[in-house]
């Protein structure tokens, strides 16, 4: 049982690139989610799916795309990188909403220069 | 809406000592509350959780937290800081306003302990 696994650990990109941070969960649950942490800020929710084929928007969600196609897969992606999205991005996932514990990856630093 | 704040951005403590790291919360209506932990390179983990039972939570690595809804307060403790327990800490409160379950990050509190 991986739990919440986050593929890359790294990257760099360049200006006006773009990549997509894959993240997978083995515990069936309904709920995932991708969030960026900044220095002194906490963690921040970018957009969240609450099924297989649902996504919507979080906090922060402008410059980045998502896809839920698979239970068990969430994908977040960049289509034109932007200096400003330089963070280290989690995927969480739980079983339901409510008061159900929220189970976090490993994290991807990404750098944009 | 719900809020928190962390009154501590950085706790310095020696081994062996008591841990306190505070955490004020704003909220509409009874909140749930959680304490993550997030040590160097790693992921968030889940230390206890309020959900309106009783009002002091016991977690896990011998922490807990005190739910005081007069203070609107929900402050970490541990007797005796362990070398490991260096690590940023987090507050979080569940926003379940938008029918699913947002989490609400105060700013985090880095826990140095010394020898």
């Known amino acids: 049982n991986a739990g919440v696994t986050q593929t890359p650990k790294f990257r760099v990109l360049k200006t006006g690139q773009s990549m997509t941070l894959l993240c997978a969960q083995d515990?069936?649950?309904?709920?995932m989610y991708w969030y960026r942490q900044d220095p002194g800020m906490g963690l921040r929710l970018i957009h969240y799916?609450?099924?297989?084929?649902?996504?919507a928007k979080g906090e922060v969600p402008d410059g980045y795309n998502v896809s839920r196609l698979k239970k068990q897969n969430f994908l977040l992606g960049l289509e034109s990188a932007a200096p400003s999205q330089t963070s280290v991005y989690f995927c969480?996932?739980?079983?339901?909403?409510?008061?159900?514990?929220?189970?976090f990856g490993p994290g991807t630093r990404l750098t944009v220069t | 809406a719900q809020s928190v704040t962390q009154l501590d951005s950085h706790v310095s403590v020696s081994e062996g000592t008591p841990v306190l790291l505070r955490c004020n919360y704003s909220s509409s209506y009874s909140p749930s509350l959680f304490w993550y932990v997030q040590h160097p390179n790693k992921g968030l983990q889940l230390l206890l959780k309020?959900?309106?039972?009783?009002?002091l939570v016991k977690g896990i690595n011998g922490f807990e937290a005190e739910f005081k809804k007069s203070e609107t307060s929900f402050h970490l403790t541990k007797p005796s800081a362990h070398m490991s327990d260096a690590a940023e800490y987090f507050c979080?409160?569940?926003?379940?306003?938008?029918?699913?379950?947002?989490?609400?990050f105060g700013a985090g509190t880095r826990l140095a302990v010394h020898p």
């Open positions: 979080v409160v569940s926003d379940q306003s938008g029918g699913y379950n947002k989490l609400i």
């Open positions: 799916s609450v099924g297989e084929g649902t996504t």
């Open positions: 515990m069936n649950h309904e709920y």
């Open positions: 969480a996932s739980s079983y339901w909403g409510g008061t159900y514990e929220q189970y």
């Open positions: 309020y959900t309106s039972a009783a009002t």
